[in-house]
């Protein structure tokens, strides 16, 4: 499965759960298939979009909160997991798009090219539902888990590199004030909580 196809999968099961895409192309792809105020795209930000996440669903245990992660970020913050492991988010689930590749600065490998599996990684950290899939047959049944059971959830998917189609705005504060306000944490003039 190639990673646009997938997201636009993921996304058309989507209701009012937060999502946070990672920099690059998950956030790319994410705001191709979709957008929608409840989504949160990072720029500049490589390696927290697992850290952003796990704090959005603490804070709001309420609520389904999706991470769209790229390899490449996740491998630069495998502390997330375990961090995530120990405060066990019942309503995360993280996606990992695992290309095998840096695929936003040039495609060079990474370390999942060379062996290193990332579902493995997560269980290691201690989350107990973490797998890996290579069809949008086997990610939509890894999704349809993490509505039924209880997370923290990793879901690697094994994807194919796609070319960005369309990106998100570069209005970091407009992308914010819509996130929280649609969040329901922003007053009404879109600024602090309310």
């Known amino acids: 499965m190639n990673r646009l196809d997938a997201t636009r999968r993921l996304v058309a099961g989507l209701s009012d759960e937060a999502v946070v895409a990672s920099l690059g192309h998950p956030a790319y792809d994410l705001y191709a298939a ?3 105020p409840e989504n949160f795209y990072t720029w500049g930000s490589m390696g927290v979009a697992s850290s952003i996440g796990a704090g959005l669903a603490m804070a709001q245990p309420g609520r389904a909160v999706i991470v769209l992660d790229g390899d490449g970020s996740l ?46 990684i997560a269980r290691g950290a201690g989350i107990a539902s973490a797998v890996t899939v ?4 086997e990610l939509a049944a890894a999704m349809a888990v993490t509505r039924r059971a209880p997370g923290p959830h990793v879901i690697v998917a094994r994807v194919e590199e796609s070319a960005p189609v369309a990106k998100p705005p570069l209005d970091c504060v407009f992308l914010k004030h819509r996130f929280m306000t649609a969040l329901g944490t922003a007053d009404a003039t879109g600024g602090g909580p309310a």
């Open 34 to 36: 979709g957008d929608r």
């Open 75 to 120: 491998l630069m913050n495998l502390g997330s997991l375990a961090t995530i492991a120990t405060c066990r988010p019942p309503n995360l689930t993280i996606v990992v798009w695992d290309n095998r590749q840096y695929g936003t600065t040039g495609g060079q490998s990474t370390a999942t090219a060379h062996g290193t599996d990332l579902a493995a």
């Open 134 to 137: 290579a069809t949008e047959e």
